[in-house]
């Protein structure tokens, strides 16, 4: 599954092969939450702009249009349209960030729809049957993602619950493929490691769920809000006791510049609704730092968004065009600007791939990581 080409210092160059294909690493996950990118984007549109994995949400899908109903219309790669990897994540995040009222015991978590308020019922077994139902390539383990900062034992105990809920996921998702009507047989398994901000907590969870011998290892529960620094030791923390052939995920991060650090510290797989995000409210990566279209002085701007760009946007349109659009509120102003920063991001990922292949990362690591998350 996970081939290890070559290294960087911790930098990893490498192929991971799925049913649904092979994706080159390090790569960045096209976040299209509900089967769709935000910003009025298809499956078919991410193939002109280079995206090799789409991600989708499993709680979002759940609630609406059902699980149940993806999987009688054939699952995700049918549903959508994209025939490439998938990756669904576990609910979990979710569960925790949007319910206003939830409760947790071993079992799972009870909480609210926040569609219509209707009473969930979420646990280990309940996130790996909704996944199998939509038949993505990985599936996500369900765990908890406790806020930053967490009292030291209450983020103790969490890692050790998740850590139970990872050995149910796992044997749920053995038993769903055994069934005869099961979209994905090939299915893999991604475990997550918690722990907070604690080194060590963060390292006795990543020794643990190690031995357990996943398809991949993901760290979660970071770019919650502590500061960025944080974040970056406890990857580097993480990173010995992560196995070493198995492909590394850094979740729901991040900036271009997080993005480097982290393939610098040994990650392989990133995601992040900030391209999509941001673009959609006018600011747009470039190779020469973060652009606001709003500002009025891009009215007369004939040049493209970036002259080192070939997306299909800056090949066809001006800054003065799209800031135009951004002021009529038109919803081509989203559409255009979300291609340019997807294609941005997933060709900064090729960047670092050629890099990585000409062991010229670290110079590129150092021109750029500060650059591209300045706002010019």
Not at 233 to 238: G, P
Not at 252 to 269: A, F, H, K, Q, W
């Amino acid at each position: 599954m996970f081939k290890l080409l070559k290294t960087e210092g911790s930098a990893r160059r490498g192929e991971f092969t799925t049913v649904h294909g092979t994706a080159q690493t390090p790569a960045f996950q096209n976040v299209a939450t509900c089967g769709a990118i935000k910003g009025g984007l298809s499956a078919y549109d991410l193939k002109d702009i280079n995206c090799q994995v789409q991600l989708c949400n499993t709680y979002h899908l759940h609630v609406r249009p059902g699980d149940k109903l993806i999987k009688d219309l054939g699952g995700l790669h049918k549903f959508t349209g994209w025939n490439g990897p998938i990756l669904t994540d576990s609910g979990g995040f979710q569960v925790f960030s949007l319910a206003k009222l939830r409760k947790i015991k071993e079992e799972g978590v009870t909480f609210n729809s926040h569609i219509d308020g209707k009473k969930i019922f979420m646990g280990p077994e309940e996130s790996m049957q909704i996944q199998s139902n939509l038949g993505s390539t990985i599936a996500m383990a369900f765990d908890e993602c406790v806020k930053n900062p967490a009292e030291y034992k209450y983020a103790k105990e969490s890692i050790e619950r998740t850590t139970r809920w990872l050995i149910r996921c796992k044997n749920e998702m053995d038993r769903l493929k055994q069934l005869p009507d099961t979209i994905n047989k090939d299915q893999l398994l991604f475990g997550i490691n918690q722990g907070a901000t604690y080194d060590d907590l963060r390292i006795e969870h990543m020794k643990t769920i190690a031995e357990l011998d996943l398809d991949g290892y993901a760290i979660g529960g970071l770019a919650v809000g502590e500061p960025k620094e944080d974040m970056y030791r406890i990857i580097s923390a993480v990173e010995p006791f992560a196995p070493k052939d198995k492909i590394r995920y850094l979740m729901g991060v991040g900036t271009p510049g997080n993005i480097i650090e982290g393939v610098s510290r040994g990650v392989d797989l990133f995601d992040c609704v900030m391209p999509s995000r941001n673009a959609r409210h006018g600011h747009l990566f470039t190779w020469n730092g973060i652009i606001n279209l709003n500002n009025a002085k891009y009215a007369t701007d004939d040049s493209p968004i970036d002259s080192a760009c070939d997306c299909p946007t800056c090949q066809k349109h001006s800054r003065a065009y799209l800031h135009h659009l951004f002021k009529a509120k038109e919803m081509l102003a989203m559409r255009l600007a979300v291609t340019h920063n997807l294609y941005f991001y997933n060709n900064l990922m090729q960047r670092i791939r050629d890099e990585l292949d000409n062991g010229t990362f670290e110079s590129f690591k150092n021109k750029y990581v500060d650059l591209l998350d300045t706002r010019i």
